[in-house]
């Protein structure tokens, strides 16, 4: 890796006949570090990916992963990555120490190191006394562990993760993270892809994609203040679609974030009284209307309305 730079694209593209899955992107990813790829469902990120990992060819542009060229050397950057789809990449109808067998041996693991670390992926898996089980069986979790065990089996320094935490409970999706950290600290470059805005400040830095284009970069921090420019109100109010409705007939957009309301708005202080006169006026209880520090996501939803 040239420059402590693991992944670097200029003008990576991908077309599906007329459909331009991922529109001339370009992004660095130092080593050792957590880069988080953020999109809704459908914007890109996972074909992005999988060019990055030499499982899709381009359709233009250029790039390196782990200094190997994405174009024509995709064998040897497979060797070199570790890598776990959505769908964790298992075969459910092998043992759990049957799958540790299978991508030992698709990953080339030395005979010297096939049982040691096998041991280390059941140990971190939680699943010593489990190995005999079929991995369909397993629950969430402990599959998404087994299938990042399987991933890193041959110690890769660059871990691509598409979706990791999908489909698993909020305390498991905690855990992985952990994991992650851990591995981040040691040396490993983690390119993630998640729909999970709230997984955004895990990472040390981001790339907002929206139908294949990346149309924000930076860290956590950096995106809040440089991409907002506008103030955010919280507003708890009952009932909640109702109070939407009569926000939206006054031209005040709402999103919903659990019981609560989120306001996009250009002053706080002129905005609060309104809403209070608004909800008020339509018979809707208010507790109060706050304003707070952007999340992630207030932001996603701001750059998407511009652009």
């Known amino acids: 890796m040239k420059n402590g730079i693991a992944v670097n694209v200029q003008?990576?593209?991908?077309?599906?006949?007329?459909?331009?899955?991922?529109?001339?992107?370009?992004?660095?990813?130092?080593?050792?570090?957590?880069?988080?790829?953020?999109?809704?469902?459908?914007?890109?990120?996972s074909t992005t990916i999988r060019m990055l990992c030499g499982l899709l060819m381009p359709t233009g542009g250029t790039g390196s992963v782990a200094g190997y060229d994405i174009i024509t050397q995709s064998e040897e950057i497979k060797q070199n990555i570790g890598y776990m789809s959505q769908k964790f990449s298992l075969y459910d109808d092998l043992t759990v120490e049957e799958n540790i067998n299978f991508f030992s041996g698709i990953y080339s693991v030395a005979e010297a190191k096939k049982a040691p670390r096998k041991e280390w992926a059941l140990e971190m898996a939680g699943l010593k006394d489990s190995r005999e089980a079929l991995t369909r069986t397993l629950p969430g979790g402990y599959k998404q562990r087994l299938a990042l065990g399987c991933a890193i089996?041959?110690?890769?320094?660059?871990?691509?993760?598409?979706?990791?935490t999908s489909g698993v409970d909020p305390v498991s999706r905690r855990n992985f993270w952990n994991m992650i950290y851990d591995m981040a600290k040691a040396g490993t470059?983690?390119?993630?892809?998640?729909?999970?805005?709230?997984?955004?400040?895990?990472?040390?830095?981001?790339?907002?994609?929206?139908?294949?284009?990346i149309i924000a970069e930076g860290t956590p921090n950096e995106?809040?203040?440089?991409?907002?420019?506008?103030?955010?109100?919280?507003?708890?109010a009952e009932p909640l679609v109702k109070a939407m409705e009569a926000l939206s007939k006054q031209g005040i957009e709402t999103a919903v974030f659990g019981s609560l309301l989120h306001a996009t708005v250009e002053k706080a202080k002129l905005a609060t009284p309104v809403i209070?006169?608004?909800?008020?006026?339509?018979?809707?209880?208010?507790?109060?209307?706050?304003?707070?520090?952007?999340?992630?996501?207030?932001?996603?939803?701001?750059?998407?309305?511009?652009?």
Do not use: Q, W
């Not at 955004?200 to 929206?210: G, M, Q």
């Open 223 to 236: 995106l809040r203040e440089n991409f907002m420019n506008r103030d955010v109100l919280e507003i708890e």
């Open 11 to 45: 003008g990576l593209s991908r077309a599906f006949g007329d459909f331009v899955a991922v529109d001339h992107i370009s992004l660095e990813v130092a080593k050792g570090e957590i880069f988080g790829f953020l999109g809704p469902n459908g914007a890109g990120k």
């Open 276 to 307: 209070y006169k608004v909800l008020g006026e339509s018979g809707i209880i208010v507790r109060r209307v706050d304003r707070i520090v952007p999340s992630l996501e207030d932001v996603f939803v701001t750059l998407i309305e511009t652009a």
């Open 189 to 213: 470059t983690v390119f993630v892809t998640t729909h999970y805005m709230d997984e955004a400040d895990y990472c040390d830095r981001l790339a907002l994609i929206y139908r294949g284009r």
């Open 153 to 164: 089996l041959h110690e890769p320094t660059i871990l691509f993760l598409d979706e990791p």
